[in-house]
Nanobody, 127 residues
Framework: QVQLRESGPGLVKASQTLSLTCSVS??????????WSWIRQPPGKGLEWIGA???????YYSPHFPSDTVISRDTSKNQISLQLSSVTPEDTAVYFC???????????????????WGQGTQVTVSE
């Protein structure tokens, strides 16, 4: 059973860089046809797909996020990371990592589009 756990600071100041980590257990991030996504849900809004890292190390990004958004991986720790630069209060959200068998659609996503989810981590961006 794949388990994902997000970690990172709960509070970030505007203009700083947000860094989050997803620790994966029960599967290797380098095998199968798994894609490891970062997704967020701002308060009162729907799910937003940020991007993904494939099992073979290719990163994909939503065009709705800044071009300096970075998703990376540490294969020795079986972790996927997310960096959002120059955050604003609009980046306040619950951030999730999730995995899927193949790259799913990148907009209009639902929880059913992914096989496993982390519990999510609340990130608040202050002025």
């Amino acid at each position: 059973q794949v388990q994902l756990r997000e970690s990172g600071p709960g509070l970030v100041k505007a203009s700083q860089t947000l860094s989050l980590t997803c620790s994966v257990s029960g599967a290797s991030i380098t095998t199968g046809d798994y894609y490891w996504s970062w997704i967020r849900q701002p308060p009162g809004k729907g799910l937003e797909w940020i991007g993904a890292m494939s099992f073979d190390g290719i990163d994909y990004y939503s065009p709705h996020f800044p071009s300096d958004t970075v998703i990376s991986r540490d294969t020795s720790k079986n972790q996927i990371s997310l960096q959002l630069s120059s955050v604003t209060p609009e980046d306040t959200a619950v951030y999730f990592c999730a995995n899927s068998d193949g790259l799913v659609k990148t907009s209009g996503i639902t929880k059913d589009d992914f096989a496993s989810w982390g519990q999510g981590t609340q990130v608040t961006v202050s002025e």
